[in-house]
């Protein structure tokens, strides 16, 4: 009887636990209706928080900001319906802001039409962007269920009221004013752009450097044209997700004017927005654009549209100002913008684009991580390799004394050690300079550096306490200092395999993984053939020992054979990681 009844409190446990577990989790499809948490308790009747919009009416496919904040809450519901029927069904969709703290939801069969936690960790603000649909005329309502703990929650919180654009708000004063946006057409281009007027009447960005959007799938494009008091602004790419480009004072994304074009149900929707530090575009009413105008053709985005080169009391930008011009593209998912899928291209220089036409490119890599990548492969494919090689094989080819009574091989290992570990070091900084900080989108990269960057700190510091060769604890000095390089070698050429994929460097690919594998295929096939020459040799010496041939010049002979050989697979390795540095500074400094 043990069994069965502690299988009937296990089971009654689970049913219990259950509820609270699925709640934690945000995936609360099955309240989308009620809206009521099935926490067994009665919700609370005066809300203490609040849901606020960043406008008050709306047009159809206008963006909205959702904001609900108040004390710490944990968990919560969002959702818009109709503000006359708060019964019916969600109307429109979400677009996240941080996923880290809310997720989509479909209630209803609606894809994205409610939003909810992802964790049970305490928040005091949500922020999320509504999407309202192009056929609804109705006034729409927000409501949210908040949940502060099990036992204490409100249900259907109400937001202000959101109006169409076309119905006159019967809550205002007459004496209040709200600009409310206006719809603009938006036409369908005929043909495609073309880059003949580009530094004649355009000021155009281009990449790759002077290609055509007219003949060229993979060219990127943007133009502006003044005409009068406002600009034509024309932006072309190969992405199905959408373009982006924004106006910049600094290098450095962050408190940018940001214009959008973005593919999404066989349409193309430009907004204005804007972007706070490294975060989400914050969407603004597109009333700003006019003579809108898209084109999808061959998976490549076309669109176009006018802005005046001033806006008083709007936060957008002077056109006639000098600014960095940043270009991006990425893709969507529902409706949903996601990170830009490569690394921007930013002009090298501040621009008037009202002012003399011009026709200028810029780089998708930024130089503090373009001398990143150059140091690390100048200090791992150059000078260590050479430094390990001259230690492992050449020390009776180098054997005399050269500088400070030392032998000549040890200096040359020295002195190439010393600046692989100086060129880390140096190529360490950089990031972290550029980056203000540790980067999360890098994935292991960063963490194999700081390994490699410690080792190759630590080798030379050994070096200080290396004991005499007739030591009898020189054995642990060795050991040491080989499992200690070579880690580093393994963790180096593991972090450059990584730190070549991400989108700060922009290398062209599969060529820069093949030309790696190329590099340690070199390297490893260049030891094996010195280590087969040097057992070789000596068993050649062995033989000559066994047979007691007193002859000297044999001895000589072979010797100098074997440095000879040395020396042409040593120059000949010296050509090859040349080639392979110069493979990678090329397509370093191309992008």
């Known amino acids: 009887m043990m069994i069965p009844e502690f299988t009937l409190g296990f089971w009654v446990l689970l ?317 969507t998912n529902n409706g949903q913008i996601h990170k830009h899928s490569q690394q921007p291209l930013i002009t090298s220089e501040k621009h008037d684009v009202t002012a003399h036409p011009k026709n200028i490119g810029g780089s998708r890599s930024p130089l503090l991580l373009k001398l990143h990548g150059a140091f690390m492969f100048v200090a791992w494919m150059t000078t260590g390799s050479i430094g390990v090689l001259v230690a492992r094989f050449f020390k009776p080819v180098w054997s005399k004394a050269f500088l400070f009574g030392e032998a000549a091989w040890f200096q040359i290992h020295r002195i190439l050690m010393l600046c692989t570990s100086g060129l880390t070091i140096v190529g360490f900084v950089l990031p972290f300079i550029y980056r203000k900080g540790w980067s999360r989108a890098a994935g292991y990269h960063p963490y194999l550096g700081c390994v490699v960057m410690i080792l190759a700190i630590l080798q030379p510091f050994l070096a200080l306490f290396r004991p005499p060769s007739h030591d009898s604890r020189r054995w642990i000095f060795n050991w040491t200092h080989w499992g200690t390089g070579t880690a580093a070698r393994i963790l180096a050429v593991a972090a450059m395999f990584l730190g070549m994929d991400l989108p700060g460097l922009d290398l062209p690919s599969p060529a820069k993984t093949y030309a790696m594998i190329g590099f340690v295929a070199w390297h490893v096939g260049t030891e094996i053939l010195l280590e087969i020459h040097a057992y070789r040799l000596t068993r050649k010496v062995q033989i000559l020992e066994d047979d007691r041939i007193q002859i000297l010049q044999s001895f000589t002979t072979a010797e100098a054979e074997g440095h000879a050989f040395k020396k042409v697979v040593l120059v000949t390795y010296i050509c090859g990681n040349l080639a392979f540095l110069f493979i990678f500074l090329s397509a370093i400094s191309q992008h």
Request: glycine share 6%; hydrophobic share 35%; aromatic share 10%.
């Open 15 to 331: 049913h219990l636990i259950s509820p609270v577990a699925n709640y934690a989790n945000g995936k609360v499809t099955e309240a989308c209706y009620t809206m009521v948490p099935r926490h067994g308790h009665t919700s609370q009747s005066e809300p203490i928080h609040e849901i606020t919009l960043n406008q008050t009416t709306f047009c159809p496919g206008d963006i909205i900001k959702v904001t609900l904040s108040g004390p710490l809450f944990k968990g919560f519901l969002l959702e818009a319906r109709n503000a006359k029927d708060l019964n019916s069904s969600p109307i429109g969709s979400f677009r996240l802001i941080d996923e880290e703290e809310s997720q989509l939801l479909n209630c209803d069969q609606k894809e994205g039409s409610a939003v909810s936690h992802t964790s049970s960790s305490k928040k005091t603000q949500i922020q999320v962007y509504w999407k309202a649909p192009r056929n609804t005329e109705v006034s729409i309502q927000f409501l949210a269920t908040v949940v502060e703990k099990f036992k204490i929650y409100w249900v259907k919180i109400r937001s202000p009221i959101l109006y169409p654009s076309n119905v006159h708000p019967f809550t205002m004063s007459q004496t209040t004013t709200v600009s409310s946006p206006t719809s603009r057409p938006i036409a369908t281009l005929k043909k495609s752009f073309s880059a003949l007027d580009c530094g004649g009447k355009k000021f155009c960005i281009r990449n790759p450097v002077n290609c055509d959007p007219e003949n060229e799938y993979h060219c990127f494009f943007l133009s502006f044209e003044r005409q009068n008091h406002s600009v034509l602004i024309e932006m072309s790419g190969p992405n199905e997700g959408y373009l982006s480009f924004a106006l910049s004072h600094d290098q450095w994304m962050g408190d940018d004017d940001v214009y959008m074009c973005i593919h999404e149900d066989e349409t193309v929707h430009m907004y204005p927005s804007y972007v706070f530090g490294r975060s989400h575009p914050v969407f603004d009413s597109p009333a700003v654009l006019e003579t809108m105008a898209w084109r999808l053709a061959d998976g490549v985005i076309q669109c176009s549209f006018r802005r005046n080169i001033s806006l008083p009391g709007s936060k957008r930008f002077d056109l006639d100002q000098k600014y960095y011009i940043f270009l991006a593209d990425g893709v």
